[in-house]
Nanobody
């Protein structure tokens, strides 16, 4: 299967920047990534989709982060990034990487996967 590990979270003052990374490992040679996503979950809130990048490189952002966050991917490094600029206290949350795609196996053919990382904490103070 595909495993994801996030890094790059931390404590930052409002107006500052952080860059999150999500490294994929596992059965990558047999897998095709349809999309890489970043979600976040603030205390007491539901998890929300923050940004998406497709295999073709198309991107989508939730309205609250447009113009401030940039999602990118380095296929050679099996890594997705979330560059976060002009951070605000309301960006404080646990950030999770998610990957959607398909994996091929001789036993089961092509099967979908939906993998999650364990999250990285981002705290923005004013």
């Amino acid at each position: 299967q595909v495993q994801l590990v996030e890094s790059g979270g931390g404590l930052v003052q409002a107006g500052g920047s952080l860059k999150l990374a999500c490294v994929a490992s596992g059965r990558l040679s047999d897998s095709f990534f349809d999309a890489m996503n970043w979600y976040r979950q603030a205390p007491g809130m539901q998890r929300e989709l923050v940004a998406t990048i497709t295999a073709e490189g198309s991107t989508w952002y939730t309205s609250s982060v447009k113009g401030r966050f940039t999602i990118s991917r380095d296929n050679a490094a099996n890594t997705a990034y979330l560059q976060m600029n002009s951070l605000k206290p309301e960006d404080t949350a646990d950030y999770y990487c998610n990957a959607e795609g398909t994996t091929y196996s001789s036993a089961y053919g092509r099967e979908p996967f939906n993998s999650w990382g364990r999250g990285t904490q981002v705290t923005v103070f004013s």
